[in-house]
Structures are given as C-alpha cells and as structure tokens.
C-alpha cells in the first residue's frame, strides 16, 4: 500500500474513501483523463509530418502487414487530409479539426513517443487503463484512489463517464474501470448514458429520512456479526450502502450543470448540438473536482470504427466529426480550470488506446491502427506547459526518440499526484503488485 499514507489494513476497512497523505508533495490534486476511445492519428492530430505529405501515395518499404488489424488491407502511404498550422509561443504543430484547444498548447506537455503492445482494442484499452493487456487488474483510477482516498466523503472518489449518444460502451466495458484485486470500493461508478445519471439517487417518495436512517442502522447492526477486516467484499458493500445514503444530497448538486451561468453554458457548448453531450460530461468533470473528487474519466466515442475515433474507412470523416464534439469543450475546461485557479491541481490527460498507421487501409481512406506511436498531451498538475518530449519518425510510423512506455506514463502521472509509482503497491496471490508491475520510469521531462 502506499507507506507513506500510515493506513493500515483495518483503518481502510473501516473507512477506505478517508484522504491520505502522498509520498511527496505532489502538485496534482485530482485528475481528469479525457479518452478518445478507438485510437485517433498522431499523424493527423498532434503529430505533424510534412514528409508524409511529399511520399503520398508511395508504398512504405519493409513494412510489416501484421503491424494493422486488417493484414489484407494494406495500402500505400497517405497524407494528412487537414491543415497543420502552429500555434502559442511554443510553435507547437496542431491540426485544423483542434482550433479551441490549439489555444492552450503552452499548458500542454506533449509525449509524442507513446507506443503499447497489442494493436487490439480490447487489449489495449486493458493496458493503458490497467498496465496489463489482460482482464482483471485494477485500472489506474483504482489505484489512484487506493492511494490516496479523495477529499469529499459524500461523492465517489473515482467517476466515469462514456457516450451518451447509444454508440455504445468501449471494448471491455466496465473491467477498463474496475478495481481488480482491490477492494471493490475503489473501483469507478460510472455515471449512466441515458436517464438518471446514478441509479437510485432519490429515495422513495414515501420513505422519510429517519425511516431510512433506521435502515442503516439495522444493516451497520446486522453486518458487525461478521468481522469487516476479514472481508473486504463485505467493507465494501457497507462502504456503498454508507456513500449511497451521503449521495442523495451531495450527488444532485454536483451534477446540476443547468444551474450554471449562461456565460459558462456558451463557454463550453452545451447549447451546441453538434458536442452538447460531450460539453455536459466535461462541465459535469469540472464540477466534480471542484468539489474534491479524486479521479474522473471520460470516453469520447462508443464501441467501434465509425462509432468512435477508429476511423478505418475515412479517416477526415471520422475525426472531423469527433474533434467536433470534443474540442470546444475540452479548450472551455482548461479556460475554466485556469480561471478558477483549479488546473494547478487538476492534471487533464488527453489520449487513445494507440495511435493510426501512416499508411491508407485500402478499400478507403482510413487508417488502420498502429500500437508502435501514438501522442498524448498533460496540462495543469504540474506538467510543464509548451514541451515537446519524444517523436516519432519522420513519416509517424514508429516513436524512435525516447520512447515511452505505457508503464512509463503511468508512473510520470502517479508522480504528479506525489506518488512513487514502486511504492504504490497491493499484496493478492503471494505476491505484491503495482500498476506500473516490474517496470516504469517518470519521464521528468514534462514535469514543471
């Protein structure tokens, strides 16, 4: 567990959600981690090469067709269908379909050097989420609350959001939130797509608050029969039961984003039908930090290709009409966070399960994916704005220079929230585990 903390076992058992210290004074707070669920192109995003350009339409020699999904659907090399432009005084190269959050790229810190192990969603979405391409492991929200419990007692520490529109759940669906082997109280409540955004917030119309309370207090009484530290399934129910009566009156307030002044609704474009859904969510993100929850993430995109930014048969399309629902609310929260004085301890994270070959997925004009470069960019929580850390080469093929690992971005964000990612740990099965397992190193680089 995280030794700094002074938590032992029974102290989380009996309240597992408390706020505890970190490693070291770490600048972010809370986290807010915007997924673009499918994979968006590096090349045609955040990552620009002009001499993908100048080789258009010319076969990619020695390339390896296994490297895509699609092995019999290999084309030549394609140019980006957008316009890069640069922007703020870092000079950073941004694509057209971005011109609201090109606006903040002196805030950002950008990896353009990513790369993960499979080139399969479900796998992938395991591993950026978890550090494990496999099922089963807690995800990094998990453990982020593990760590460090959150500051408000009356709202989950860890919330996800996915699409709202019916496109469905990521690949994997809720294992990419779950807790794992940890105690099922960490793991994250996602807020529903449609309907009440939390099931059972209100209580019955003819239940009073005392005769509820006279409820908890027979189940507290009926649950000390049996031993909390001895269980941790059990502590985690009581835990639910505890947090769902707390919910009913912090809950409605946090997630009344129509009580916001019209000058933020406009701000962040929930009037907008093309990103109105996206909008709520983000505002909604805001409103959660702002009132000390520990860990919120968001998917943009539901379960596959055009339902979400897996663009394999028109790649313009495809990110026109995601970065259209996206970007004028992701660059409204970072001018909100930084008005308010919250991004200096809200870390937002921006990426994908991997990146997009640079090459044309034949039968269209899409990519297909590649799991060897994809970028992802931090702001706020002590990420050191305006830097650009690795690259890819020249045609964003494959991150040649300082490559990092998904291991590698987990512990440089565990960092940032003042945590050692080799001490963060769980003991299950006889063997201590970590998010970051036997590797990961901070990339210090990105770090203010």
Same mark, same amino acid.
């Given at each position: 567990m995280l030794s700094s903390a002074g938590a032992a076992t029974g102290n989380l058992a009996l309240n597992p959600m408390a706020p505890r210290s970190s490693h070291f004074a770490g600048k972010a707070k809370s986290v807010i981690?915007?997924?673009?669920?499918?994979?968006?192109?590096?090349?045609?995003?955040?990552?620009?090469?002009?001499?993908?350009?100048?080789?258009?339409?010319?076969?990619?020699?020695? #390339?390896?067709?296994?490297?895509?999904?699609?092995?019999?659907?290999?084309?030549?090399?394609?140019?980006?269908?957008?316009?890069?432009?640069?922007?703020?005084?870092?000079?950073?190269?941004?694509?057209?379909?971005?011109?609201?959050?090109?606006?903040?790229?002196?805030?950002?810190? #950008? +990896?353009?050097?990513?790369?993960?192990?499979?080139?399969?969603?479900?796998?992938?979405?395991?591993?950026?989420?978890?550090?494990?391409?496999?099922?089963?492991?807690?995800?990094?929200?998990?453990?982020v609350t593990y760590g460090l419990g959150t500051e408000n007692q009356n709202l989950p520490g860890f919330i996800t959001m996915y699409d709202t529109l019916g496109r469905g759940l990521p690949k994997g669906h809720a294992q990419n939130w779950g807790a794992g082997f940890l105690p099922g109280v960490f793991q994250g409540t996602a807020l529903n797509a449609q309907g009440a955004p939390i099931n059972n917030l209100y209580r019955r119309e003819d239940m009073t608050d005392a005769q509820q309370l006279a409820q908890l207090d027979l189940?507290?009484?009926?649950?000390?029969?049996?031993?909390?530290?001895?269980?941790?399934?059990?502590?985690?129910? +009581?835990?639910?039961?505890?947090?769902?009566?707390?919910?009913?009156?912090?809950?409605?307030?946090?997630?009344?984003?129509?009580?916001?002044?019209?000058? +933020?609704?406009?701000?962040?474009?929930?009037?907008?039908?093309?990103?109105?859904? #996206?909008?709520?969510?983000?505002?909604?993100?805001?409103?959660?930090?702002?009132?000390?929850?520990?860990?919120?993430?968001?998917?943009?995109?539901?379960?596959?290709?055009?339902?979400?930014?897996?663009?394999?048969?028109?790649?313009?399309?495809?990110?026109?009409? #995601?970065?259209?629902?996206?970007?004028?609310?992701?660059?409204?929260?970072?001018?909100?966070?930084?008005q308010r004085g919250l991004l200096d301890s809200t870390l937002v994270i921006w990426n994908g399960e991997f990146g997009r070959l640079p090459i044309v997925q034949k039968g269209g004009t899409g990519r297909d994916h590649n799991p060897h470069a994809f970028t992802t960019w931090m702001a706020g929580g002590g990420a050191k704005g305006g830097v650009h850390y690795g690259a890819t080469d020249e045609i964003g093929h494959k991150a040649v220079t300082d490559r990092v690992s998904i291991n590698d971005l987990h512990a440089t964000i565990l960092h940032l929230l003042g945590i050692n990612h080799e001490k963060l740990t769980y003991r299950s099965s006889g063997r201590d585990f970590r998010l970051t397992d036997v590797a990961g190193r901070v990339v210090k680089e990105v770090v203010a």
């Amino acid at each position: 567990m995280l030794s700094s903390a002074g938590a032992a076992t029974g102290n989380l058992a009996l309240n597992p959600m408390a706020p505890r210290s970190s490693h070291f004074a770490g600048k972010a707070k809370s986290v807010i981690w915007l997924f673009m669920n499918g994979g968006p192109s590096q090349v045609d995003t955040w990552d620009y090469k002009p001499e993908l350009a100048k080789r258009d339409g010319k076969d990619l020699e020695g #390339f390896d067709k296994n490297t895509g999904f699609f092995t019999d659907q290999v084309g030549p090399l394609m140019k980006s269908p957008f316009q890069f432009a640069q922007h703020g005084q870092s000079g950073a190269w941004v694509s057209e379909i971005f011109p609201k959050m090109a606006e903040h790229v002196d805030r950002m810190a #950008f +990896i353009h050097s990513c790369f993960t192990k499979t080139n399969n969603h479900s796998p992938a979405l395991f591993e950026i989420n978890t550090g494990m391409s496999r099922m089963g492991f807690p995800c990094m929200g998990a453990w982020v609350t593990y760590g460090l419990g959150t500051e408000n007692q009356n709202l989950p520490g860890f919330i996800t959001m996915y699409d709202t529109l019916g496109r469905g759940l990521p690949k994997g669906h809720a294992q990419n939130w779950g807790a794992g082997f940890l105690p099922g109280v960490f793991q994250g409540t996602a807020l529903n797509a449609q309907g009440a955004p939390i099931n059972n917030l209100y209580r019955r119309e003819d239940m009073t608050d005392a005769q509820q309370l006279a409820q908890l207090d027979l189940l507290r009484q009926l649950n000390k029969r049996q031993p909390q530290s001895q269980d941790a399934d059990l502590a985690a129910r +009581i835990e639910s039961f505890e947090l769902a009566y707390r919910m009913q009156m912090a809950a409605p307030d946090a997630l009344a984003i129509d009580g916001e002044p019209a000058h +933020i609704r406009e701000l962040y474009g929930i009037d907008n039908p093309k990103c109105t859904h #996206f909008a709520r969510q983000v505002l909604t993100a805001r409103r959660l930090v702002e009132r000390g929850v520990r860990f919120v993430q968001i998917y943009s995109g539901g379960m596959e290709n055009e339902r979400s930014w897996d663009g394999h048969a028109n790649i313009e399309q495809n990110h026109r009409q #995601f970065a259209g629902e996206t970007d004028i609310p992701i660059g409204a929260l970072l001018t909100d966070l930084k008005q308010r004085g919250l991004l200096d301890s809200t870390l937002v994270i921006w990426n994908g399960e991997f990146g997009r070959l640079p090459i044309v997925q034949k039968g269209g004009t899409g990519r297909d994916h590649n799991p060897h470069a994809f970028t992802t960019w931090m702001a706020g929580g002590g990420a050191k704005g305006g830097v650009h850390y690795g690259a890819t080469d020249e045609i964003g093929h494959k991150a040649v220079t300082d490559r990092v690992s998904i291991n590698d971005l987990h512990a440089t964000i565990l960092h940032l929230l003042g945590i050692n990612h080799e001490k963060l740990t769980y003991r299950s099965s006889g063997r201590d585990f970590r998010l970051t397992d036997v590797a990961g190193r901070v990339v210090k680089e990105v770090v203010a």
